[in-house]
């Protein structure tokens, strides 16, 4: 028998709430979850800190509040070569520091009697018949399930013999202080109008012990996610030029690069006894958001996994249809087509359109908080989507969808 029902490989956003999520709906199984963490709380992680007042929202539901210090904000502002627009809905969340985030998280999940094993380095995972056997550096956990959510470099995933995707983005961020020119620090500050890449960059208000900071960073997609003809540039030097251009010292920052990867259309996220979370499986493509979709995955990973150990069927033949039949996965799909349109030839039409007719960005911001839309709004924006993605028929999308999910907006799930 294996000593531990799921074996959870990574104790970041992902990992952590499938343990929650999990923990919640079989409180039995508590003590026989464990999660695997490489490195040792506090530690830090390279990411711009959105987090989605839907995420709260989510954790919350299940009697989880992540209490660590937080800049609230309360919309996005986006710069365009055709112009700038901001749009403010109240709280929509907050950005916070993941070195804080993930060790409260990791808390709440030990006081729920989940067990969290720090210093654990993965080296390989072995599927079989009988479950997984998982190699780390503090020793071989044996488990029915393995959970990978060990992001883009995921052990778990090269186990399952599954490919790195081709929806790939790089970014790289640093944190400095304010300077003349930036835009509210209630604000979450969209930089979008060089065209020379497809990407962006971001300015969003953060706190480091105590300081009013900004996190300024650059994401720049591969270029085999748009099948572009030209190599991507290198994220740092985009960052640099950026930097340079409001008058900060790149050289005076310590530089945080990340890779990303998005969920690819039609992609196997999932084998016997193993399925894939968070990034390690893949999140949103044309903004990198993060967080807010981690927490998503592990809320729809615990229910799933609840129920199929309850059923004793490991086979996992259906997660992946799980997933994309989900807000999450409606959300996900969603933003790959308008990725397309954004980056792609139309771009100058789009953005004069997104500035004339903020319909759809008001959606986003909405959906970001988690906030129930009215139905007109909701139909106006994807009647935007539509002209956004082009080819796509998303108004027979929205239209398809159950009214409970028509009236939460499209996800259930900023780069994060």
Not at 34 to 50: Q, T
Not at 75 to 82: E, L, N, T, V, Y
Not at 132 to 155: K, L, N, P, T
Request: charged fraction near 30%; glycine fraction near 12%; hydrophobic fraction near 45%.
């Amino acid at each position: 028998m294996a000593a531990h029902e799921v074996v959870i490989v990574g104790g970041g956003p992902a990992g952590v709430s499938t343990a929650l999520f999990l923990a919640h709906h079989r409180p039995a199984l508590a003590d026989r979850i464990v999660v695997l963490e490489k490195e040792r709380y506090p530690r830090d992680k390279s990411c711009a800190g959105g987090l989605g007042e839907r995420a709260d929202r989510a954790l919350s539901a299940i009697g989880v509040t992540i209490d660590v210090p937080s800049v609230v904000v309360h919309g996005i502002s986006a710069a365009f070569q055709a112009g700038e627009v901001a749009l403010r809905e109240g709280n929509i969340g907050r950005v916070v520091r993941r070195v804080e985030f993930d060790r409260a998280l990791a808390l709440a999940a030990r006081a729920r009697g989940v067990r969290i094993v720090e210093g654990a380095r993965v080296t390989g995972a072995t599927l079989s018949e009988r479950g997984a056997r998982v190699e780390s550096s503090a020793g071989v956990f044996d488990g029915r399930v393995v959970v990978g959510a060990d992001g883009v470099g995921s052990v778990v995933r090269r186990a399952m013999g599954l490919p790195f995707g081709r929806l790939r983005a790089q970014a790289v961020e640093v944190d400095t202080e304010p300077v003349a020119g930036d835009r509210a620090r209630d604000l979450l500050h969209f930089e979008m109008r060089d065209r020379s890449f497809a990407g962006y960059l971001w300015d969003f208000p953060t706190i480091v012990d105590g300081r009013e900071l900004v996190c300024r960073g650059a994401y720049v997609l591969h270029e085999g996610a748009l099948d572009m003809a030209r190599p991507a540039p290198d994220a740092e030097r985009v960052l640099r030029s950026r930097l340079e251009a409001l008058g900060l010292d790149p050289d005076r920052y310590r530089r945080k690069r990340f890779a990303e990867r998005g969920l690819d259309r039609r992609a196997v996220i999932a084998r016997p006894a193993a399925l894939l979370v968070g990034e390690a499986a893949g999140i949103d493509p044309m903004l990198g958001e993060g967080i807010a979709q981690a927490i998503a995955y592990g809320a729809l990973a615990g229910e799933y996994l609840a129920e199929k150990l309850e059923a004793r069927d490991l086979g996992f033949h259906d997660w992946g249809r799980r997933v994309e039949r989900s807000l999450l996965g409606l959300d996900l799909r969603f933003r790959r087509r308008v990725m397309r349109a954004f980056y792609g030839a139309p771009r100058e039409r789009v953005e004069r359109y997104l500035l004339g007719e903020p319909s759809f960005l008001r959606f986003g911001v909405r959906h970001f908080a988690g906030r129930a839309q009215p139905a007109r709004d909701a139909l106006r924006a994807a009647a935007t989507g539509a002209l956004v993605a082009g080819r796509i028929g998303i108004e027979r999308l929205v239209a398809s969808l159950p009214p409970r999910a028509r009236s939460a907006g499209s996800g259930d799930g900023a780069h994060a």
